[in-house]
């Protein structure tokens, strides 16, 4: 089945600092990828689309300048939080868009990676 | 707006029991797919089924069914003979085309199971 990695698994580090994330489909290639954000013991919230070679597209409310997205190739996106602050201690999640047409139709599914925990000191 | 709902915060049984798990929609769309996600406590979300709008069929695998009703906008996720690995909280997510024609999930606030033994 269609696997997606994240990397970091956990990151601690320091206010004011930046962390990268990194998403890759491991064993498909995605044009879309998702970025989600989870609080504890809540649902995913969206916070941006990442297409392969194009702007993200970012949810109302997700600051751009705050979290950087780049879709650089098929297979790899990476959000960036920048100047990282306790608030933005959370559960990051990322899902890679596995689309497939085929004679009998198509099927569109996105597939999660194992998430990254974000703790800002 | 899309919108899903899952009124069950969380829901206990002991194992072995049949349990259902309810999941609303509300969507313009009348081509649109549902899914339903496990997330353990290791916190990945798996995925479980993908159903799309126009087909009613109610689908059965191993212990797991879902039974989908468009008359009623419910998506409800029932797990057969329950087992403690079963324990995990289950996303129920509709689809909504976005403008770059890609799609972006709504998801339910979850329904936490714990199986007991």
């Known amino acids: 089945g269609a696997v997606v990695s994240q990397h970091p698994s956990w990151v601690i580090c320091k206010s004011g600092t930046s962390v990268k994330i990194e998403c890759r489909s491991l064993d498909f290639q995605a044009t879309t990828m998702f970025w989600y954000r989870q609080f504890p013991k809540q649902s995913l919230m969206l916070m941006a689309t990442?297409?392969?070679?194009?702007?993200?597209?970012?949810e109302q409310g997700v600051e751009k300048d705050k979290f950087l997205i780049n879709h650089a190739s098929l297979t790899l996106s990476t959000l960036t939080v920048t100047s990282a602050h306790p608030e933005d201690s959370s559960f990051y999640i990322c899902?890679?868009?596995?689309?497939?047409?085929?004679?009998?139709?198509?099927?569109?599914?996105?597939?999660f990676g194992p998430g990254t925990r974000l703790t800002v000191l | 707006a899309q919108k899903v709902t899952q009124a069950q915060t969380e829901i206990s049984v002991v194992e072995k029991e049949d349990v259902t798990l309810d999941c609303v929609y509300e969507t313009r769309d009348t081509t649109y797919y549902l899914f339903w996600y496990k997330q353990p406590p290791s916190g990945e979300l798996v995925f479980l089924i993908r159903r799309n709008s126009f087909d009613e069929q109610n689908e059965i695998s191993g212990r797991y069914s879902w039974n989908f009703q468009k008359s009623t906008s419910s998506f409800n996720f029932t797990i057969t003979a329950s087992q403690v690995v079963d324990s995990a909280v289950y996303f129920c997510?509709?689809?909504?085309?976005?403008?770059?024609?890609?799609?972006?999930?709504?998801f339910g606030k979850g329904t936490k199971l714990t199986v007991n033994p």
């Open positions: 990442s297409n392969e070679g194009s702007k993200a597209t970012y």
């Open positions: 899902s890679a868009r596995d689309y497939l047409r085929t004679s009998g139709g198509s099927t569109d599914t996105q597939y």
């Open positions: 997510a509709l689809s909504e085309a976005t403008q770059g024609g890609s799609e972006k999930l709504v």
